[in-house]
């Protein structure tokens, strides 16, 4: 698995626009772990829903290009 170096939305391991899975290949872990783990963080949470910060995080995470992976 390609890593990225700094953190950008993902190419390869997209399910939506590639947020979780940019974080999983910036951290090293899996996408699909990265995935339940939001999923079970923004359900459990009643301040801000999961929704919202991924919508934040598409905005504001920039796309990864070629050049983005180590």
Same mark, same amino acid.
Request: cysteine-free; glycine content about 8%; proline content about 4%.
């Given at each position: 698995?390609? !890593?990225?170096? !700094?953190?950008?939305?993902?190419?390869?391991?997209?399910?939506?626009?590639?947020?979780? *899975? *940019?974080?999983?290949?910036?951290? *090293?872990?899996?996408?699909?772990?990265?995935?339940?783990?939001?999923?079970?963080?923004?359900?459990?949470?009643?301040?801000?829903? *999961?929704?919202?910060?991924?919508?934040?995080?598409?905005?504001?995470?920039?796309?990864?290009?070629?050049?983005?992976?180590?």
């Amino acid at each position: 698995m390609a !890593k990225l170096a !700094k953190l950008h939305r993902s190419q390869n391991n997209r399910m939506i626009a590639g947020v979780m *899975g *940019g974080i999983a290949e910036y951290v *090293g872990w899996s996408p699909t772990w990265v995935r339940l783990l939001f999923f079970i963080i923004s359900t459990l949470s009643a301040a801000v829903p *999961g929704i919202l910060i991924y919508i934040i995080l598409w905005i504001v995470m920039p796309k990864a290009s070629s050049q983005s992976y180590r």
